[in-house]
């Protein structure tokens, strides 16, 4: 017998509200959740996870457009594989493509917090002149922690 995991349990565990939940719902990007006889969503394991798959994809910056041709080819079974796999090949070059941008980014913070570290530790200003006025220098290492 299939798992039933009713609304809040998917949106604990998956992140998403309640109200983006029915989102995903109305526009097609899971199947029509079957209700139990008092109404409540139940939602199988199956559809859990691809709810989990998508909200990763989204994570990552698909767009609902590309989801929701990507839940297409899903439901048109094994015959997509190919293309299922190409969609998320290009995907995963566009992530890598974000990380890379990311590192080199990073890098950029890193250097800046490193140039006020060595003014605030010499006590210097932006113009890298020395801070004679003692409050300055107070407030300068107030906030660093």
Do not use: N
Request: proline share 3%; glycine share 6%; aromatic share 4%.
């Amino acid at each position: 017998m299939p798992a039933e995991h009713r609304i809040a349990e998917v949106s604990a565990r998956t992140g998403l509200t309640r109200d983006t939940l029915r989102w995903y719902e109305s526009e097609g990007l899971i199947p029509p959740v079957p209700r139990t006889s008092a109404g409540v969503r139940s939602y199988d394991d199956a559809t859990v996870r691809m709810i989990e798959l998508l909200v990763r994809l989204r994570r990552t910056g698909m767009s609902v457009a590309v989801m929701r041709d990507f839940v297409t080819m899903v439901a048109q079974g094994a015959r997509t594989h190919g293309r299922r796999m190409r969609l998320l090949e290009d995907h995963r070059e566009e992530i890598e493509s974000r990380i890379r941008e990311l590192i080199d980014d990073l890098g950029a913070v890193d250097d800046k917090i490193g140039h006020y570290r060595r003014l605030i530790d010499a006590g210097l200003d932006c113009s890298e002149d020395e801070i004679a006025d003692p409050d300055v220098l107070e407030q300068q290492r107030l906030s660093e922690s």
